[in-house]
């Protein structure tokens, strides 16, 4: 990262931690902090029973559930998705039987085969996005563009990166134009939108939010990720600031892409993670939106007789993505996706986003490269930058243990051979002389 771009980040991160330190000292915060510890916990320790409860939940609310063990499966999904519904606002002479009978070949084999695809030239369609990690861990938008579909990101952080075009890595997961000042966006917004706005985060937020909606006229599906799935209630909940996911959730279809850890039990439990989540990204009790989706959308007010299709999604569909989390260092799951460690540390303090494995920024990204790639990722991902100081876990929210997981990491990725070499010589000095040095 450039200077500039550190600097600024370091004063937004600075601004973020003097906004939550007094609600982090609240005693009602550490009680939450302590509950939602245990709920994680239990929830990643019983993660294949919850998924099996909620599966039957969410089937009986009406939402179509996949499983993808990884990105390629999940990005497939989603294609297909895309390419029969556009299929069916262009041709309604197929039946709506037709769909469902292709929809369950997904689900039976998860893969899309030769003959299953659809033979059939589109004009561009675009589909709109929202901020989420998961995601950006599948590339889903560079993915979709290769396949000619537009992806419209609508975070306001989001859309200004990917108006950037070039060196564009989010620096935060909830902040992730963190690292620009308002001179630099203005400038990126006024050559790529053709506009002649001030350098104003007010002029700023209307350009782009006015560019956005004018895309999303076109829109019917949305793509968004999940912050829990409850069991007891087959719900699905997402916060947000921007309104942004609210817009989504109404398109006529909803594609919604969680890890297999995000099963909790209940919609309590699910509130509970929401607020202290928060809390740490943002230093606000709750975020402005708390979306709580159960179903599509529905009325039965004609004689309490069911319609469905009424204002919102006619079809929702929630792809569950392994994608290496299965064989993870439980811990490693805990991660709730706040931000926190990335602002207290040290090495991201000096580097930023280049400590990392994208789009999981920090220590807690280079952990979980060692299960959604390998040792290797974690170790290119700047597994022997960290410094061990912990600070990470002790400003987590839900005390994930980072430092000790990367000492782990470190130790299966030295003997698979991915170590930096100078340790490699001061090991066999130890080994030959007794001491470290020559
Ligand atoms: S590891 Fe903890 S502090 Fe870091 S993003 Fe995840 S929940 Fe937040």
Redesign the pocket.
Same mark, same amino acid.
């Given at each position: 990262m450039k200077d500039k771009e550190l600097k600024t980040m370091r004063k937004s991160f600075q601004t973020l931690f003097y906004r939550r330190k007094q609600l982090l000292n609240d005693p009602e915060i550490k009680k939450l902090r302590e509950k939602v510890i245990n709920i994680r916990k239990n929830s990643i320790e019983n993660k294949e029973e919850l998924l099996e409860i909620a599966s039957q939940n969410l089937k009986s609310n009406d939402i179509d559930m996949y499983f993808a063990k990884d990105d390629k499966e999940a990005n497939d999904i989603i294609l297909k998705i895309i390419e029969e519904e556009n299929f069916k606002v262009q041709d309604n002479s197929i039946s709506k039987d037709n769909y469902i009978s292709r929809s369950n070949s997904i689900s039976k084999g998860n893969s899309i085969s030769e003959d299953d695809s659809i033979n059939k030239s589109y004009p561009i369609i675009t589909v709109a996005k929202s901020k989420s990690n998961t995601l950006g861990e599948i590339a889903i938008s560079k993915f979709l563009s290769s396949h000619n579909i537009e992806v419209i990101e609508t975070d306001l952080g989001d859309r200004i990166l990917q108006l950037k075009k070039t060196d564009n890595k989010p620096t935060h997961?909830t902040g992730p134009a963190s690292h620009l000042n308002v001179n630099e966006i203005a400038n990126i917004i006024n050559e790529t939108l053709k506009t002649n706005i001030e350098a104003n985060p007010k002029a700023i937020m209307e350009t782009v939010k006015g560019d956005v909606l004018k895309k999303l006229a076109n829109c019917e599906i949305g793509i968004t990720g999940a912050n829990a799935i409850t069991s007891q209630e087959g719900s699905i909940l997402l916060i947000h600031n921007e309104g942004n996911i609210s817009l989504l959730s109404l398109m006529k279809t909803h594609i919604i892409v969680a890890g297999i850890d995000k099963f909790i039990p209940s919609l309590e439990d699910a509130v509970s993670l929401a607020k202290l989540e928060s809390v740490?990204a943002t230093g606000k009790l709750t975020t402005s939106y708390m979306n709580i989706i159960s179903g599509p959308s529905k009325t039965a007010d004609i004689e309490k007789k069911l319609l469905k299709n009424m204002y919102g999604a006619r079809k929702i569909v929630l792809i569950v993505l392994d994608n290496g989390r299965s064989r993870a260092i439980s811990q490693c799951l %805990?991660?709730?996706?706040?931000?926190?460690?990335?602002i207290t540390c040290p090495v991201y303090d000096a580097v930023g986003n280049e400590f990392g494995f994208s789009p999981y920024l920090?220590g807690?990204g280079i952990a979980m490269a060692s299960f959604i790639e390998d040792e290797e990722a974690s170790f290119k991902s700047g597994l022997f930058h960290c410094t061990l100081c912990g600070l990470?876990t002790i400003?987590?929210?839900?005390a %994930?243990p980072?430092n000790e997981l990367i000492e782990k990491i470190r130790a299966n990725s030295q003997k698979q051979g991915f170590y930096p070499k100078s340790h490699g010589s001061i090991n066999e000095n130890i080994q030959k002389k007794g001491s470290p040095y020559e």
């Amino acid at each position: 990262m450039k200077d500039k771009e550190l600097k600024t980040m370091r004063k937004s991160f600075q601004t973020l931690f003097y906004r939550r330190k007094q609600l982090l000292n609240d005693p009602e915060i550490k009680k939450l902090r302590e509950k939602v510890i245990n709920i994680r916990k239990n929830s990643i320790e019983n993660k294949e029973e919850l998924l099996e409860i909620a599966s039957q939940n969410l089937k009986s609310n009406d939402i179509d559930m996949y499983f993808a063990k990884d990105d390629k499966e999940a990005n497939d999904i989603i294609l297909k998705i895309i390419e029969e519904e556009n299929f069916k606002v262009q041709d309604n002479s197929i039946s709506k039987d037709n769909y469902i009978s292709r929809s369950n070949s997904i689900s039976k084999g998860n893969s899309i085969s030769e003959d299953d695809s659809i033979n059939k030239s589109y004009p561009i369609i675009t589909v709109a996005k929202s901020k989420s990690n998961t995601l950006g861990e599948i590339a889903i938008s560079k993915f979709l563009s290769s396949h000619n579909i537009e992806v419209i990101e609508t975070d306001l952080g989001d859309r200004i990166l990917q108006l950037k075009k070039t060196d564009n890595k989010p620096t935060h997961p909830t902040g992730p134009a963190s690292h620009l000042n308002v001179n630099e966006i203005a400038n990126i917004i006024n050559e790529t939108l053709k506009t002649n706005i001030e350098a104003n985060p007010k002029a700023i937020m209307e350009t782009v939010k006015g560019d956005v909606l004018k895309k999303l006229a076109n829109c019917e599906i949305g793509i968004t990720g999940a912050n829990a799935i409850t069991s007891q209630e087959g719900s699905i909940l997402l916060i947000h600031n921007e309104g942004n996911i609210s817009l989504l959730s109404l398109m006529k279809t909803h594609i919604i892409v969680a890890g297999i850890d995000k099963f909790i039990p209940s919609l309590e439990d699910a509130v509970s993670l929401a607020k202290l989540e928060s809390v740490y990204a943002t230093g606000k009790l709750t975020t402005s939106y708390m979306n709580i989706i159960s179903g599509p959308s529905k009325t039965a007010d004609i004689e309490k007789k069911l319609l469905k299709n009424m204002y919102g999604a006619r079809k929702i569909v929630l792809i569950v993505l392994d994608n290496g989390r299965s064989r993870a260092i439980s811990q490693c799951l %805990m991660c709730i996706g706040c931000g926190s460690c990335i602002i207290t540390c040290p090495v991201y303090d000096a580097v930023g986003n280049e400590f990392g494995f994208s789009p999981y920024l920090g220590g807690r990204g280079i952990a979980m490269a060692s299960f959604i790639e390998d040792e290797e990722a974690s170790f290119k991902s700047g597994l022997f930058h960290c410094t061990l100081c912990g600070l990470c876990t002790i400003n987590c929210p839900v005390a %994930m243990p980072t430092n000790e997981l990367i000492e782990k990491i470190r130790a299966n990725s030295q003997k698979q051979g991915f170590y930096p070499k100078s340790h490699g010589s001061i090991n066999e000095n130890i080994q030959k002389k007794g001491s470290p040095y020559e």
